[in-house]
């Protein structure tokens, strides 16, 4: 009976001492661990240019509490940082455009740890504004009846781009621009004049405006079609030098502008008159045209009909 109690008394006391010794199957770690295993997730980081950011906490193995610290910093110009107590890592708002890896050392008061290259910050450019728009040559010249386009603007920003005429010129919808190129193309029937083209240009960051960014001239065509006394000059003489070259005194003296002969004759002293404005008298001078097309008639061959 003593032997009994004996073995009872011995199984109860190794009882005992399992349950208040170790977990053989996942032993608690050494008391003296050192920093070990450290892992951000994700293990980078992408920025715009002007925007800050931050990682993640990361997990390691290790006696806790545990510090940290940038062990080999790039040339971030102190906008880089890590908070020393949680590990996460920052970026500021002026860091430059580049891409910088991270090496950190993690502490503890059984030792530390580098972990070499263990974190990416890399910062782009993003989306910058239009700015600096120009054309090369800045001003397009034409006459009536001739197409032109200009060429492509140059322009900084980030593209794609689209392009619009902001002020439109009074061209009666014959200059345009391609939404997509920034070309300003005028067309055949545009009215002669001269006309200041504002283009504006906008990406996904922004839209800027840009006065009187292209000048466009448009100078009067030259007619094929030949000038004749009946169709063009006796209307337009007969219009403006009725009163003396018709029935008046200057007619009876064979300066009667109804009659091509006359008119044949005199057509120096008409085109020299005329322009330099001293005939007809009064107000009733001819303009710039007119007296071009006189001497178109003499160019095309004093032609009657």
């Known amino acids: 009976m003593k ?17 208040c010794g170790s977990d053989p199957v996942n032993p608690p770690p050494p008391a003296d661990e050192k920093p070990s295993l450290l892992l951000y997730s ?67 008061s059984a030792g530390s740890a580098t972990f070499d290259k263990i974190f990416t910050i890399t910062v782009t450019k993003g989306t910058e504004a239009p700015s600096a728009l120009s054309y090369s040559p800045n001003s397009l010249e034409t006459t009536v009846g001739t197409a032109i386009s200009s060429v492509a603007p140059k322009l900084s920003g980030t593209s794609p781009f689209t392009f619009s005429m902001t002020s439109t010129p009074d061209a009666k919808g014959k200059i345009s621009i391609n939404t997509s190129t920034g070309v300003v193309s005028v067309a055949t029937d545009a009215a002669e004049g001269t006309y200041k083209v504002s283009v504006t240009a906008a990406n996904s960051a922004s839209s800027k405006t840009f006065a009187d960014a292209l000048r466009v001239v448009v100078k009067p065509g030259t007619s094929t079609k030949t000038t004749t006394f009946e169709a063009d000059i006796r209307p337009l003489l ?68």
């Open 238 to 305: 007969v219009g403006k030098c009725a009163s003396c070259h018709t029935t008046g005194t200057q007619g009876s003296r064979g300066q009667d502008w109804r009659k091509y002969a006359d008119t044949k004759t005199w057509v120096e002293d008409i085109i020299r008159t005329t322009a330099n404005k001293t005939m007809p008298p009064g107000t009733n001078d001819l303009t710039t045209a007119e007296v071009d097309l006189i001497r178109k008639w003499k160019t095309d061959g004093l032609k009657e009909k």
């Open 42 to 108: 994700p293990a980078s980081l992408e920025l715009a240019f002007g925007k800050a950011g931050a990682s993640a906490s990361p997990t390691i193995k290790g006696k806790l509490p545990m510090s940290y610290a940038l062990s080999a910093s790039p040339d971030g110009k102190g906008q880089l940082t890590i908070n020393s107590s949680t590990g996460v890592i920052s970026a500021t708002d002026k860091l430059e455009v580049g891409t910088y890896q991270l090496s950190v050392t993690a502490s503890n």
């Open 3 to 19: 032997k009994v109690s004996i073995y009872i008394l011995l199984i109860i006391s190794a009882l005992w001492v399992f349950s």
